[in-house]
């Protein structure tokens, strides 16, 4: 399942599930890809943005996954498909 695109400060919003996150900028170029295992999408979204792993990144997208495997994964593809500039 998936949540559309979000203003990355309405982080706290999003559901606390587990899956991978995209921070984009305007243009929806992809920024960083992150995971969170079940329960811990909030919390490693705020990490992330804490760490400055976004820089430059003004809105997050969520593909939740139902499972620790599954979220690893999606990961690993959207990394190798985006390429994205801040790992």
Do not use: C
């Amino acid at each position: 399942m998936e949540a559309g695109w979000k203003p990355i400060n309405d982080y706290k919003m999003l559901e606390p599930r587990g899956g991978v996150y995209i921070f984009a900028d305007d243009s929806e170029d992809v920024k960083y890809i992150g995971k969170a295992s079940m329960s811990r999408m909030v919390s490693e979204i705020g990490n992330s943005i804490h760490e400055r792993k976004g820089r430059s990144a003004t809105q997050v997208k969520v593909l939740y996954t139902d499972s620790d495997s599954n979220t690893i994964s999606l990961s690993r593809d959207l990394r190798m498909k985006y390429n994205p500039v801040n790992t």
